[in-house]
């Protein structure tokens, strides 16, 4: 997978994990790079994306104001800092690039992580 993330683990409610993901062989300079989470028996859903030019970034109201979605100075790799985790964030994470600006719909992302846990609990 030409995507890699790194990053997660477990956390109590109210803490913070970063998560990253990094392009191997390719530049993300032209795509969009969208967070996505999935708990178990539940849909993928997506939480974040950044626009290529870094200028736009989108949140679901679930996690708004919580998680921030950037890109690193050397503009490879893009991080979601999680901040104020809730149990209900727990979830396996996903990374995706997509040449579209389109919120949250797996089938238009071309390139996947494979996925990091993340888990809330006391």
């Known amino acids: 997978l030409p995507l890699v993330q790194s990053g997660g683990g477990s956390v109590q409610p109210g803490g913070s994990l970063q998560l990253s993901c990094a392009a191997e062989?390719?530049?993300?300079?032209?795509?969009?790079i969208g967070w996505f989470r999935q708990a178990p028996g539940k849909e993928r859903e997506g939480i974040s994306c950044l626009s290529n030019s870094d200028e736009l970034t989108v949140y679901s109201n679930s996690v708004k104001g919580r998680f921030t979605i950037s890109k690193g100075n050397a503009k490879n790799t893009v991080y979601l800092q999680m901040n104020s985790l809730k149990p209900e964030d727990t979830a396996v994470y996903y990374c995706g690039a997509s040449s579209r600006f389109i919120m949250g719909v797996p089938g238009t992302y071309e390139y996947w992580g494979r996925g990091t846990q993340v888990t809330v609990s006391s």
């Open positions: 062989g390719f530049s993300l300079e032209n795509y969009v």
